[in-house]
């Protein structure tokens, strides 16, 4: 089991910038980002893999940034320029050994 914890969250003005951080109990070959928006379905939005490859949605590439550091348990969520249609609960993913394990997530909020 892996326990997954999310942090970084909160209200901010449209075109500001929020740094979600997300802490595994074990180290995680893979992590992602999701969110939720009220109303709509879970979406991915953003990967990265062991070896740092990066991925991003595409309503979200050139503004948000994934990161992780050298214990393979800690990723971040740089969110730049931010938009009311980012709202959403945040949620993050650890693969490991073929399975996913979810946070319970944090509520991010834009403002316009």
């Known amino acids: 089991q892996v326990q997954v914890v999310e942090s970084g969250g909160g209200l901010v003005q449209a075109g500001g910038s929020l740094r979600l951080s997300c802490v595994a109990s074990?180290?995680?070959?893979?992590m992602n980002w999701y969110r939720q928006a009220p109303g709509k379905q879970r979406e991915w939005v953003a990967h990265?893999?062991?070896?740092?490859?990066?991925n991003y949605a595409s309503a979200v590439k050139g503004r948000f940034t994934i990161s992780r550091d050298s214990s393979m348990n800690t990723v971040y969520l740089q969110m730049n320029s931010l938009k009311s249609e980012d709202t959403a609960v945040y949620y993050c993913?650890?693969?490991?050994?073929?399975?996913?394990?979810w946070g319970p997530g944090t509520q991010v909020t834009v403002s316009s």
């Open positions: 074990k180290g995680c070959p893979a």
């Open positions: 990265i893999g062991h070896d740092l490859d990066r």
């Open positions: 993913n650890c693969e490991l050994d073929q399975m996913g394990y």
